[in-house]
C-alpha cells in the first residue's frame, strides 16, 4: 500500500494570504486543510509591513489547523516573481564511481557546479532549475541515474531575486513560528501546474492575476524560460469602481464580485442592482453594462501592458496560447476580452480539488504538486523524509532544522547552501 505524504503551501499575495494542506498519494491530491484570509501589509507583492503580514500568515494557518485537528510546522513557500531574474547555467563534473555509473551523488555534483556563476551581493538565489543532463555529450536526458558515463553535465536555469524582497518574506514565515522546508517562485510553481505538457513544450503565456498585481511566465521547450510581474490587478478595478460609483471599497469589491462583466459586448442591460454611495444613506442603480465599460478599461489597459511586457520579454509567438489564472480570473467575460485584445488562444484554468475549484488557488496547489514531483524525482516518498508540513504538536521529530531537499542527504547542494546563509541571516 502507497504512502501519503502532507505538504502545507503558503501563497502570500496582496489580497490574501492562503495556506493549503494536502495529502499526495500516487501523485493524486486531497485537499484537506484550507485557509485564506485578507492579507495586510502586502502592496503589488512586495511586504511593506511586516507585523501586519506575520498576522495574516497567522490567521491563514489557524484557518487551516482547524480543518484537521493537527498543527503546522514546515511549509512549501512561493516566492513573489518581482525583481526575479532567469538566466541560463550549465554544471560539468566528472562521474566518480569507479564503474562509472551515474548517482545521486553526481546529480547533487553537477548542481554545486552549476552554482559557480557569480551571483551579484544585492541578489539571493531561489532555485536552479534541471533543464537536460548531457551525458558523454548525449544531450535531452530527463535523469541520468543508472546511465554509464565519464562526464556528466547539466543545462538549467538559475532563479533569483532581490535579497530585500526574500529576507523581508523569510522574517515574516520565520515570525509566524513557521519552518521553511521549500521555496519556489511562484510563477514556476503555477505555470507547471496550470499548462499541459504540449502547452510547456509548444510555448504558452500563464498569467495570474491577483489583487496587487499580475504575474506572467513564459514557458517554452517544457521549462519555465521568462517571467515579470506587472503592478496592475484586480485592486486596482475596485478602486475604479470604488471611484466612478462614489461606494466605499468593500461594496466596490462585492459589486465587482457578484455583477462585475469584462468584455461590454457580452455585458447585460437588465441586470439592475443598487449601490450604497458614501457618506450617505441613499443608493444609486447601475446595471452591468454601465460597471462593465468601467472594468473592461482597465482590463485593457492591463492586457495592453502585458503586450508590450511580451515585447520587452522578446516573445514574438505563443503557438500554445495564454492561460489566466489567479483571483480576477473567474471575472466573467475576462477571457473574451484577453482573446480580443492578445489576439491568441486563451483559456481559463481552475484547480478541480473539493475546496480549492477557484483559480485563486492555482499557486498554492502547483506549489504542493511541484515539490511532490520533485519528491518523487529524488526518491523520498515514503522514507520518512518527504513529509513537508501538517503534523501533530507532540510530533517533534518533523520540527527539523529548515533544509532544502537535495539527492543524497550526506551531500550538501546548491540550495542547502543558499538555504543555510539564510538561517545565518536569522541569527
Same mark, same amino acid.
Given at each position: 500500500m502507497s504512502q501519503s505524504e502532507l505538504y502545507v503551501s503558503l501563497d502570500i499575495g496582496s489580497s490574501s494570504v492562503k495556506v493549503l494542506i494536502g495529502e499526495m498519494a500516487n501523485k493524486s491530491l486531497n485537499v484537506i486543510g484550507v485557509g485564506n484570509v485578507k492579507s495586510n501589509g502586502i502592496k503589488k507583492g512586495a511586504i511593506v509591513d511586516i507585523d501586519a503580514t506575520v498576522q495574516s500568515i497567522k490567521k491563514a494557518v489557524d484557518q487551516a489547523e482547524r480543518m484537521i485537528g493537527k498543527s503546522i510546522h514546515e511549509v512549501v513557500l512561493g516566492i513573489p516573481a518581482n525583481k526575479a531574474v532567469l538566466q541560463p547555467v550549465k554544471g560539468i563534473?566528472? $562521474?566518480?564511481?569507479?564503474?562509472? /555509473? @551515474?548517482? !545521486?551523488?553526481?546529480?547533487?555534483?553537477?548542481?554545486?557546479?552549476?552554482?559557480?556563476?557569480?551571483?551579484?551581493?544585492?541578489?539571493?538565489?531561489?532555485?536552479?532549475?534541471?533543464?537536460?543532463?548531457?551525458?558523454?555529450?548525449?544531450?535531452?536526458?530527463?535523469?541520468?541515474?543508472?546511465?554509464?558515463?565519464?562526464?556528466?553535465?547539466?543545462?538549467?536555469?538559475?532563479?533569483?531575486?532581490?535579497?530585500?524582497?526574500?529576507?523581508?518574506?523569510?522574517?515574516? $514565515?520565520?515570525?509566524?513560528?513557521? /519552518? @521553511?522546508? !521549500?521555496?519556489?517562485?511562484?510563477?514556476?510553481?503555477?505555470?507547471?501546474y496550470a499548462l499541459t505538457e504540449d502547452e510547456k513544450n509548444h510555448g504558452t503565456a500563464c498569467i495570474d492575476i491577483g489583487g496587487g498585481s499580475t504575474s506572467i511566465s513564459i514557458f517554452q521547450e517544457g521549462h519555465l524560460t521568462a517571467s515579470s510581474v506587472i503592478p496592475v490587478g484586480?485592486?486596482?478595478?475596485?478602486?475604479?469602481?470604488?471611484?466612478?460609483?462614489?461606494?466605499p471599497t468593500d461594496q466596490a469589491e462585492k459589486i465587482k464580485l457578484e455583477y462585475g462583466h469584462a468584455f461590454f459586448e457580452d455585458a447585460s442591460e437588465d441586470e439592475v442592482f443598487e449601490v450604497p454611495v458614501i457618506g450617505s444613506d441613499s443608493t444609486?442603480?447601475?446595471?452591468?453594462?454601465?460597471?462593465?465599460?468601467i472594468i473592461g478599461v482597465r482590463l485593457e489597459e492591463l492586457f495592453e501592458l502585458i503586450l508590450d511586457e511580451f515585447y520587452r520579454l522578446g516573445v514574438q509567438d505563443l503557438p500554445g496560447g495564454v492561460v489566466l489564472t489567479g483571483g480576477m480570473a473567474k471575472l466573467d467575460?475576462?477571457?473574451?476580452?484577453?482573446?480580443?485584445?492578445?489576439?491568441?488562444?486563451?483559456?481559463?484554468?481552475?484547480?478541480?480539488?473539493?475546496?480549492?475549484?477557484?483559480?485563486q488557488y492555482t499557486t498554492a496547489v502547483g506549489l504542493i504538486q511541484y515539490a511532490y514531483m520533485e519528491d518523487v524525482f529524488y526518491g523520498r516518498i515514503g522514507n520518512g523524509g518527504a513529509v513537508a508540513g501538517a503534523a501533530k504538536a507532540e510530533q517533534q521529530e518533523v520540527q527539523q532544522p529548515k533544509k532544502q531537499k537535495q539527492p543524497k542527504q550526506n551531500s550538501e547542494g546548491v540550495v542547502t547552501k543558499a538555504k543555510k546563509m539564510f538561517d545565518r541571516f536569522f541569527e
Open positions: 563534473v566528472a $562521474v566518480n564511481s569507479e564503474n562509472r /555509473e @551515474i548517482t !545521486d551523488e553526481d546529480l547533487d555534483r553537477v548542481l554545486e557546479a552549476a552554482q559557480v556563476m557569480s551571483i551579484p551581493p544585492e541578489r539571493e538565489l531561489v532555485n536552479i532549475i534541471p533543464e537536460q543532463y548531457i551525458v558523454d555529450h548525449l544531450g535531452e536526458i530527463k535523469d541520468p541515474r543508472g546511465m554509464i558515463g565519464i562526464r556528466l553535465e547539466m543545462d538549467g536555469t538559475m532563479v533569483t531575486t532581490s535579497k530585500t524582497i526574500l529576507h523581508n518574506v523569510l522574517r515574516c $514565515v520565520e515570525r509566524a513560528g513557521l /519552518e @521553511i522546508r !521549500d521555496i519556489y517562485v511562484q510563477p514556476l510553481a503555477a505555470g507547471s484586480g485592486d486596482h478595478v475596485t478602486k475604479d469602481l470604488s471611484i466612478i460609483l462614489k461606494t444609486e442603480q447601475y446595471n452591468q453594462k454601465y460597471i462593465s465599460e467575460g475576462l477571457p473574451e476580452l484577453a482573446r480580443n485584445i492578445l489576439q491568441t488562444r486563451v483559456r481559463l484554468f481552475t484547480p478541480e480539488f473539493i475546496g480549492v475549484r477557484e483559480p
